[in-house]
């Protein structure tokens, strides 16, 4: 599985010859303007909620590739709307293909569209293709929840938000990667913006604290599990 960090909470994900998008928003971020969106290729884009910062690229990506829409009920009839193809789940339900699963798990958080319109519940997802699986927490607060998911899965890593603001911190990123029992943790949703701001030397330090790795990629690098 190779993963490369599109910046926020992008991530493209290539597994058995296949691309997976997850939350593109790579257009409106200002620290990724060196990404090309016309270049990246997608079979499948995983979507965690309807926030602007996680849906913004969702359509023009899925018409050019014909990529598959993966997310809930309510985000994918509205991008089925748009005229692109969609896979509805909800929480506890799971997308198989010969080549990967995705299953949608719960996140604490909201989901609305830009226009306020509902975007369902907000979620997360534990992908795994040959028996390795990673965690995409969406983005969430620390929650009991997690404490599920090594019960679905024994995770090679674990995207977790950092940023703290909209999402969980540092502190509560640590504590979530003892519910999910992983502690190769790749951050993200930090940075792009002033109130998401963080020091990464302190948030790798705090990591490292507890024995914990925390991998912050520069956008646009990637990294084989
Ligand atoms: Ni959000
Ligand atoms: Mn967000």
Same mark, same amino acid.
């Given at each position: 599985m190779n993963i490369t960090f599109y910046g926020h909470a992008c991530f493209g994900i290539e597994v058995n010859g296949i691309h997976i998008i997850v939350d593109p928003f790579i257009t409106g971020n200002p620290k990724a #303007?060196?990404?090309?969106? &016309?270049s990246l290729e997608a079979d499948y884009i995983l979507v965690t909620h309807a926030h602007q910062d996680h849906v913004l690229d969702v359509e023009e990506i899925a018409k050019r590739t014909g990529a598959i829409i993966i997310s809930n009920y309510e985000i994918v009839n509205h991008f089925l709307d748009k005229d692109v193809k969609g896979h509805h789940l909800n929480h506890g339900g799971t997308f198989s293909c010969k080549e990967f699963s995705a299953k949608y798990v719960n996140a604490i958080h909201t989901s609305s569209f830009a226009d306020g319109s509902y975007g369902g519940q907000p979620g997360g997802f534990i992908l795994t293709a040959n028996n390795n699986s990673i965690y995409? &927490?969406?983005? @969430? &607060?620390? #929650?009991?929840?997690?404490?599920?998911i090594p019960l679905f899965a024994t995770l090679t890593a674990a995207i977790l938000p950092?940023?703290? @603001?909209?999402t969980m911190g540092v502190e509560e990123a640590i504590i979530a990667s003892d519910f999910i029992e992983c502690n190769k943790i790749i951050g993200c949703h930090?940075? @792009?913006f002033p109130p998401i701001e963080i020091n990464i030397d302190d948030a790798k330090q705090q990591f490292k604290l507890k024995s914990k790795e925390l991998i912050l990629l520069e956008i646009g690098s990637s990294i084989e599990l």
């Amino acid at each position: 599985m190779n993963i490369t960090f599109y910046g926020h909470a992008c991530f493209g994900i290539e597994v058995n010859g296949i691309h997976i998008i997850v939350d593109p928003f790579i257009t409106g971020n200002p620290k990724a #303007s060196h990404i090309d969106i &016309a270049s990246l290729e997608a079979d499948y884009i995983l979507v965690t909620h309807a926030h602007q910062d996680h849906v913004l690229d969702v359509e023009e990506i899925a018409k050019r590739t014909g990529a598959i829409i993966i997310s809930n009920y309510e985000i994918v009839n509205h991008f089925l709307d748009k005229d692109v193809k969609g896979h509805h789940l909800n929480h506890g339900g799971t997308f198989s293909c010969k080549e990967f699963s995705a299953k949608y798990v719960n996140a604490i958080h909201t989901s609305s569209f830009a226009d306020g319109s509902y975007g369902g519940q907000p979620g997360g997802f534990i992908l795994t293709a040959n028996n390795n699986s990673i965690y995409i &927490a969406g983005d @969430t &607060a620390v #929650s009991f929840d997690m404490k599920l998911i090594p019960l679905f899965a024994t995770l090679t890593a674990a995207i977790l938000p950092i940023g703290d @603001t909209f999402t969980m911190g540092v502190e509560e990123a640590i504590i979530a990667s003892d519910f999910i029992e992983c502690n190769k943790i790749i951050g993200c949703h930090f940075n @792009t913006f002033p109130p998401i701001e963080i020091n990464i030397d302190d948030a790798k330090q705090q990591f490292k604290l507890k024995s914990k790795e925390l991998i912050l990629l520069e956008i646009g690098s990637s990294i084989e599990l």
